[in-house]
Structure formats: structure tokens, C-alpha cells
């Protein structure tokens, strides 16, 4: 059994992501959808909510569970006895941060795999970020986010007074 790992901040899960977690799930088979705790930037979403909505968004595919986790991925991988890490690319700048990590990561754990999916031509321009500046001007949203998670971001931004007047 090949069990892979698809980590990130998730905050929010786009379109994209479940894109790569759904392709990843139809060629492993189990696939852990871990949602990193303690991420560098400013999350919007407290780690409970990403992963209520990753548990929500991923929910009909069969071998895939989500997971937490606040430590080095490839460490997270090796307890899970996972031999590979999927990672997301869209755009040439991405790959150049994802050739990095994965030299790091095979340096520290030369056993787990990293497999990088190019994004469908249609998410290229989908970022967390993106999802959530334009959710926050009040924006159209629906194309790039389940309806679950727009919703949770026009309520979050309406609790924080974001929203846009009309």
C-alpha cells in the first residue's frame, strides 16, 4: 500500500487543492490530506476550521482522510509510514520553491518521495491569498471555492466588517 501526504496551510482550501487531492487519491492508495498547524504567515481560519473544511470538501473521496500536524512534513510522512509527499505547482515560481524543499526533504528523509502535480490549466491563477483578498472586497467567489467555504469566508469577513459596501 502507498500511502502519500498533501500538506499545506489550506486557509482556506481552494478549488485547486482538492484538484491535487482528488488526481493524488486516484493514483495512491490512501492519501492523507495534512493540514500544517502553525504555518509562517497569518492564517484567517483557526486550524479546527481548516480542517472541518478540508473534512467537508474531501468527503467523498473514499481513500482520503485529513489529518493535522505541527512538526517537519517529512517527519509527519515518516510517522505515518507515508512514502510520498504531494505538492501542487502552478506557475514557474512555484517550481522553484518546490525543487528546493524537495532537495531539503530528501536530504533529511531520502526515503519519502516527493511528487509534484502541475495544476489544471484553469486553477493557475488560484492562491489562498487571492481567494481570500477578493472574498473580502466581496468579490464573486463561487468559482473558486466550494460553496461551504465561501460561505465561511462571507461570514468571517462580515463578523470583521470586511465586507465591501454595495
Known amino acids: 500500500m502507498i500511502r502519500a501526504v498533501f500538506p499545506g496551510a489550506f ?3 481552494h478549488l485547486g487543492h482538492i484538484d491535487i487531492a482528488r488526481r493524488a487519491a ?3 492508495d490512501e492519501l492523507v490530506v495534512a493540514v500544517y498547524e502553525r504555518p509562517s504567515k497569518n492564517v484567517l481560519f483557526a486550524v479546527q ?3 472541518a473544511m478540508m473534512e467537508q470538501a474531501i468527503a467523498d473521496i473514499p481513500n482520503a482522510w485529513v489529518g493535522r500536524y505541527y512538526c517537519l ?9 507515508a512514502q ?9 515560481s512555484d517550481f522553484e520553491f518546490e525543487f528546493r524543499m524537495a532537495l531539503t526533504n530528501r536530504r533529511l528523509t531520502p526515503e519519502v518521495e ?10 493557475t491563477f488560484l492562491s ?6 477578493v472574498a473580502e472586497l466581496n468579490g464573486d467567489i463561487s468559482s473558486m471555492v466550494m460553496p461551504h467555504v465561501q460561505e465561511a469566508l462571507l461570514a468571517r469577513f462580515a463578523r470583521a466588517g470586511g465586507l465591501a459596501e454595495d
Do not use: N, Q
Open 73 to 81: 512534513t517529512v517527519d509527519y510522512a515518516k510517522a505515518l509510514d
Open 128 to 133: 489562498s491569498t487571492t481567494v481570500k483578498e
Open 49 to 51: 476550521e481548516r480542517v
Open 114 to 123: 516527493m511528487v509534484s502535480f502541475m495544476t489544471r490549466e484553469e486553477h
Open 84 to 92: 510520498v509527499i504531494v505538492r501542487g505547482l502552478r506557475v514557474f
Open 26 to 28: 486516484a493514483i495512491f
Open 11 to 13: 486557509d482556506p482550501v
